[in-house]
């Protein structure tokens, strides 16, 4: 990542001000995390009150520090940040992550002492994220300077969120469910660092291939739908908006004032400027997830499935979510009856079902006829755990076929749980992307076949 | 915020070239006369004032008015309720609302909808930030859940979808470039195959 927020995401030393060892305190969290990076870079723990934290010796002040400070992050109680930041600024660090609140979001007396702080740094020349903010995680070099409670894995999406909370389960979602993560970012306040410059950042970093974001509010309306415009003809932009609240309160005066509520403008800017919204944080995951393994397709998949039930469940969310099934072929329908795999009650049609006791030579065989049909841009496969099911096979047929065809993308859904936990794991690390309900990969799909 | 009288709202539509219907503001029953002479029967007849905003909530809309007698009556009426009555030529066609407003967080935004009981009802309308080309108000249209209704279905002819669309892009430069204008109704706008014209109008402005 260039920019002025370079030294930020890529720092070489790092400076904790405020660092503690007490159990609970967000000082400990941040050097707990930052601590697991120490590898990549030095990591300095600055308390005027202590001289030593898990016994590494401490700095009274930032200006102690004998080499060279790229991240300075801060977090002492909103009283002494200016203090702090003053001696940031004389230690001309990269840039400096205010984690500490009180700020703007209490009153117009915590705003006062923000914009000092925005001016101190502005005119100092040195980039400042937050305050009353999470941090900032980037994966690739083992950054977290946060203190969430967990370290998402290393992949291609950047979470943005207005809220540290939802980050704090988004990183703790994706380690647990594998999604893999660029950076996340916590803006806080936006006295210095905006929305839009982490945005306009992130469409320049080649880890990062889809940008997420969780959005309350926006500063400046205009300037972000021109930014998101620019960004989402090389990468996309997904998006959940809370607070949908319309503007209910309002003397009717017509009724356009009425209809055109604040989230039915917000909703109209995202859709003006190819920005996709999603309605749940699941949602906003499953889209980013698929977006940031597979590439788009044209609107014409199909699904092999060996189980009945779930090839009508997974046509009818296609349906509704406006995916067209593509007819079979005579080619691709002799070529699967001619296997001697096959039985013949194979449904001969899309969705294509297998049968329950389906082998893996079954698969292989209708996976291959199907991705070999031209005008079936993109394949749903479904595995239900029966007892003849064998899911690593299945999985590494999966992969290979997607070597076989790598312009295709595959979304499986190996459904069930325990059976195919492996099978997944499997898939996953190929980069292939497994859904363990239908409706939320068709749903994430669909941005595939839109984008 | 204020509404803006008849005259002026007439006057910033005819500078965007947003077609209305014919209409006459008049104060006496010789000039309601006059009027309806000049646009031909049958006429309707609405009570008018900066204070009205929703005319329907209290009786004020008269139609089919066919002759001087049945005009003379429902002009008496409508004085009781009003200072000033407007007379109106009488177009057939599909209901439409075309608006916009500042919002505040991305200023001008443009509406339009079905109009009449599928705005109060239904809420079928599309929304966009402002400004809009004539490309993105036929999208806009498209949109709705009741395009197929104004494209017509069984037979009849679409209506006019070229003005429709040229006025939704004038409703948008208009609150573009007039900066002291907060929200704009037309409601409804009547549309059939030949043309599209706004019957009732308001525009809110600041201050005033």
Redesign the interface.
Known sequence: MVNKLGRIFNPRTAAIIGATDRIGSVGAGLVKNMLLGEGERKVFLVNPNQNEIFGRKTFPIITDIPEVVDLAIVAVPASIVLKVVEDCCKKKVGGIIVISAGFSEIGSKGEKIQNELAEMTCRAGIALVGPNCLGIINTKNNLNASFAPATPPKGNVALISQSGAILDILADKAAEENYGISSMVSYGNEAGVTLTDFLKSFAEDVETKVIALYLE??KD??KF?EIAKRIVSKKPIIVIKAGKNYEGQRAI?????T??G?Y??????FK?SGVIETDSLEELLDVSKILALESKCENSVAIITNGGGCGVLAADYCKSQGINLAELSKDTISRISGSAEMPSLWSKSNPIDIVGDASPARYKVAIEAVLSQKNIRGLIIIQTPQIMTDPLENAKIIVEAKRLFPKKPIVCFFLGGKMSSEAIKFLEDNNIPNYGELKRGIIALRALTRY | ?GLINFQSAEKILFKYKIPICRTFFVVSEKEALIAAEKIGYPVFLKAYGKDI?HRTDIKGVIGGINNEKELKSSFKKLMKKAKGVLVQETIFGKEI?I???R?????P?V?V?LGGIF?EII?D?????APVSAV?ARLMLKELQGYDYLAGSRGEKPINFKSLVSIVVSVSNLLIKEKEIE???L?PVIANEKKVLAVDF?I?SYGK
Not at chain 1, 264 to 269: C, D, E, F, L, R
Not at chain 2, 103 to 107: K, L
Request: charged share 25%; glycine share 12%.
């Open positions: 509010g926006l309306g205009r739908m005066k017509s009724h356009t004032g209809m055109a604040d039915q403008v917000y909703k109209s800017a003006q | 915020m905003l609302i608006g916009a407003k919002d505040s967080q991305f200023g935004v509406l909808g705005t809420k309308f599309s929304l966009r930030v993105e929200e704009i109704d409601n308001k809110l």
